[in-house]
């Protein structure tokens, strides 16, 4: 594959979450489900090779196909709600969050959510915060993005044809109960307007999403109850991606205002630990918020592929699941993300290589197709044509629905 596709491609590694049936570890590094417990450096790194080397699910020729439908929705707002990776998070500089950036712009995409922290101290070099403001210098030095941190900026970057770039965290393990107000004031003035509470591991907030639907789903503790009502006060998204599903239910129950799974796929389309139920789904969407299915193979079938078919199957299930048991039209409250890496090799680095909180057992790099933000475009085609969504459907899945949501929150301000 070219260096240069590699380096934008998905990671299949940030997101895999416990499976369902127990899983059988194998010490072949070309095996599904690798042991990298006290492997060698160099059986290790013969093992991220490989799972580079499968990760891409199109051609150059597949993509170049998406020119017509990118052509027909020129003029729509189109929102990628999680691109896992900034300057100074999961292994990438300055240059190859430039490269990510300008993959995104080509491509039509109007805004990213782009992560500056899940929590895991390997993966995030400084405080959420300053990782922000790392990036943000970025954004502000080049032509073709400008931050954005309301929906006003939105239109603007759209209007001037730009990339318009926010912030999220996918992890509130920094927030400390004594300070929480004054963190969370200094989050927003970063631009960071999405946060997760728990990033797969239990913290001082809420169950992690390894244990999501296990006896050990405690859900939100006091604190992250707390919690959602602080980032409720100050206009910041909640984003319950990575929790558990009780966590998610909690948060539904608390929020006043919309929230969103920035990044899940659907439990009864694969049923995997990190995939939330049909009740979380639908709880979600009572908020008024969106849930975004991911770019991910594991997430999506056990063949872990990630063809246009399946992002249109992950897509169409959710707003079929809120349709079909609420009075909401659920094509209204769904989104995507493809919640790629552009240094998927330097993220396989500290995933493989850190299997105590990355689990082979749960799923965790196993080898899996990943597309890009842009695979949006070939998805739109299989929905409208298999599964008969109108042009406003469409429009709203590509950003409208999510803008919404935006609107909402940050208008409160």
Not at 18 to 40: C, F, P, Q, R, W
Not at 50 to 73: G, Q
Not at 156 to 179: C, H, M, R, W
């Amino acid at each position: 594959m070219n260096k240069s596709i590699l380096a934008l491609t998905v990671a299949a590694v940030f997101s895999a979450g416990a499976m369902a049936a127990k899983i059988e570890l194998t010490d072949d590094v070309h095996g599904k489900y690798y042991n990298s417990y006290g492997k060698t450096d160099a059986q290790i790194t013969e093992r991220i090779k490989f799972l580079v080397d499968v990760s891409n699910p199109r051609t150059e020729e597949d993509r170049a196909k998406d020119n017509a439908t990118i052509k027909r929705y020129k003029d729509a707002i189109v929102i990628n709600t999680l691109h896992v990776t900034t300057a100074g998070f999961a292994g990438a500089d300055e240059a190859s969050y430039e490269q990510a950036l300008w993959n995104s712009y080509e491509h039509n995409i109007t805004l990213e959510s782009a992560t500056v922290s899940n929590g895991d101290a390997k993966l995030v070099g400084a405080s959420p915060v300053d990782n922000a403001i790392r990036a943000k210098a970025v954004v502000d030095s080049l032509d073709h993005t400008m931050h954005v941190d309301s929906v006003e900026d939105i239109y603007s970057a759209k209007k001037n044809e730009q990339l318009g770039v926010v912030y999220n965290i996918q992890g509130s393990d920094f927030i400390d109960p004594l300070t929480m107000e004054d963190q969370v004031i200094e989050m927003k003035n970063a631009g960071i307007l999405t946060a997760n509470f728990a990033y797969n591991v239990d913290n001082h907030l809420a169950t992690g999403g390894n244990k999501s639907r296990t006896e050990a789903d405690k859900g939100l503790t006091n604190t992250g109850k707390a919690l959602v009502k602080m980032y409720n006060k100050h206009n910041i998204i909640v984003d319950c991606s990575h929790s558990s599903d009780k966590t998610c239910l909690d948060a539904a129950k608390i929020t006043t205002l919309p929230m969103i799974a920035s990044h899940s796929n659907a439990q009864g389309v694969h049923d995997v630990s990190r995939n939330i139920s049909d009740e979380a789904i639908i709880a979600i969407a009572k908020t008024g918020g969106t849930i975004s299915p991911t770019f991910l193979g594991p997430f999506m079938n056990d063949e872990g592929t990630a063809s246009s078919e399946d992002i249109a199957i992950a897509i169409n299930y959710v707003a079929t699941v809120i349709s079909e048991n609420t009075d909401l039209d659920g094509r209204k409250h769904v989104g995507f993300a493809a919640d790629f890496t552009h240094t998927l090799a330097d993220a396989f680095e500290v995933i493989v290589r850190s299997p105590e909180r990355y689990p082979p057992e749960s799923g965790y790099a196993t080898p899996a197709e990943q597309a890009f933000a842009s695979d949006i475009w070939g998805a739109v085609p299989v929905l409208e044509q298999k599964y008969g969504w109108s042009e406003q459907d469409i429009r709203g899945v590509l950003g409208e629905n999510v803008l919404r949501v935006y609107k909402q929150v940050w208008s409160k301000s």
